[in-house]
């Protein structure tokens, strides 16, 4: 079966879970809060792709340049039963979120037989500030040693934090800023394609 290669943020790991797939990590051998790498088995069927956190997703681009794009999300009880929980569980905690009312969701450009150029992902903090929920993720991110430093940028216009990665993840560096408390993301090596997937996003 093919693989398609995305980059998640936070919860790579559960991508592997949730699809029963194999996961190599160019940056890290465990669950992060830094963007990195995984290949998930492209799906054969609807229930192999999970969609925990269906409204999270419609904050979400369905396509990109009139192509449509792939798209994943977990809810609470994924998040909660992910090998990549604890940490999840420790940035809503600190950002003063509840996990029972936490998602993620993530929409790329991959496809079968193509690895993505960028990822588009969201954060629902369960009521926590979203600006602590920026600050917790960038946290762990450099904790856990997926990334690297962090820094304010803009990017499409808009006000964001910059995370610089390592080299050798594939998508490069994520630029992330929260509205009320979701925090929204996109990673890519090209800053120009970055900026106009933001333009994408709420």
Known sequence: MRHRTIAL???LSLVV????GSAVSPSAPAPSAAPSS???ASPG???SVPHGAPALEQNLPRAFRDKPLFMLSFGPTELAASSAGETFAAIITKAGGDLAKAGFAVANDS???ADATFNAFAVSGGGADGSKLVDAYIASA???GASLSSAPATLGG???TRIKSLDTNPLGD???YAVDDVMYGVQAKDEALAAEVIALLP
């Open 9 to 11: 943020g936070a919860l």
């Open 174 to 176: 994520a630029w992330v």
């Open 158 to 160: 808009r006000s964001v």
């Open 45 to 47: 069927a609807s229930s």
């Open 38 to 40: 995984v290949a998930v």
């Open 111 to 113: 496809a079968p037989a």
């Open 142 to 144: 450099i904790a856990g």
């Open 17 to 20: 879970a949730a699809c029963g």
